[in-house]
């Protein structure tokens, strides 16, 4: 089955840094791979997704890149603010089964 | 459109006991799927029914079990609780999974059972 590998477990940088969280996938046959954000307490949010066939895309300060070929897939936050500080999982959904595996999560704490 | 509901939101229970929660898909929704959320494992899935048969299954002891009902409604039950299965426990809907472009998956806010 699928596995995900996410990193780093925490992070933690200035209000207006940028941060990036990456996860690498096994299965070359996953196609969908979604972002989610938990803010404590709340369910998960899907804030932005990309399919195989692209190879990034972009939505206000967030951004997702694909690299299909190293298994690999990255989260861009610009200009961080504080209410962007949540814990963000990632996920790849394999062909076959269509259910997502999600990476065991990023705590992001963005510092005023 | 209403999102996701579960019910209860908050639950505590005894080892040995067994408990019951619900799911109420987004409307229009046909695929539910469970996951127990824990600090130390992430969102480990569960199971996920479609058109009230159960098409995936996770790596999780026959104490865990679930249905779902023709409105596409699903409960989940555990029985014979442990102290291990405190957790969050949360559903998601989608429309199809498998279906470019309908297979987001959207959350519940999930039940928090405590098994003291």
């Known amino acids: 089955g699928e596995n995900v590998e996410q990193h780093p477990s925490t992070l933690s940088v200035q209000e207006g840094d940028s941060a990036v969280i990456k996860c690498t996938y096994s299965?070359?046959?996953?196609?969908?791979f979604p972002w989610y954000k938990q803010e404590l307490g709340k369910r998960p949010q899907l804030i932005i997704d990309?399919?195989?066939?692209?190879g990034e895309k972009k939505d206000q300060r967030i951004a997702v890149t694909l690299n299909k070929t190293a298994k690999h897939f990255s989260l861009h936050i610009t200009e961080t603010q504080p209410e962007d500080s949540a814990v963000y999982f990632c996920?790849?959904?394999?062909?076959?089964?269509?259910?997502?595996?999600f990476g065991r999560g990023t705590s992001l704490i963005v510092h005023p | 459109k209403a999102g996701v509901t579960q019910t209860p939101r908050y639950l505590i229970k005894t080892r040995g006991q067994q408990v019951t929660l619900s799911c109420s898909p987004i409307s229009g929704h046909r695929s539910v799927s469970w996951y127990q959320q824990t600090p130390g494992q992430g969102l480990q899935f569960l199971f996920e029914y479609f058109s009230e048969t159960q098409r995936n299954k996770g790596n999780f002891p026959g104490r865990f079990s679930g249905r779902q009902f023709s409105n596409s409604r699903s409960e989940m039950n555990v029985s014979t609780l442990e102290l291990g299965d405190s957790a969050l426990y949360l559903c998601a809907s989608s429309p199809e999974p498998g279906l470019a472009g309908t297979d987001t998956q959207y959350f519940g806010p999930g039940t928090r059972l405590t098994v003291l």
């Open positions: 299965d070359s046959a996953s196609n969908y």
């Open positions: 996920a790849a959904s394999s062909g076959g089964s269509y259910i997502p595996t």
């Open positions: 990309i399919r195989s066939n692209v």
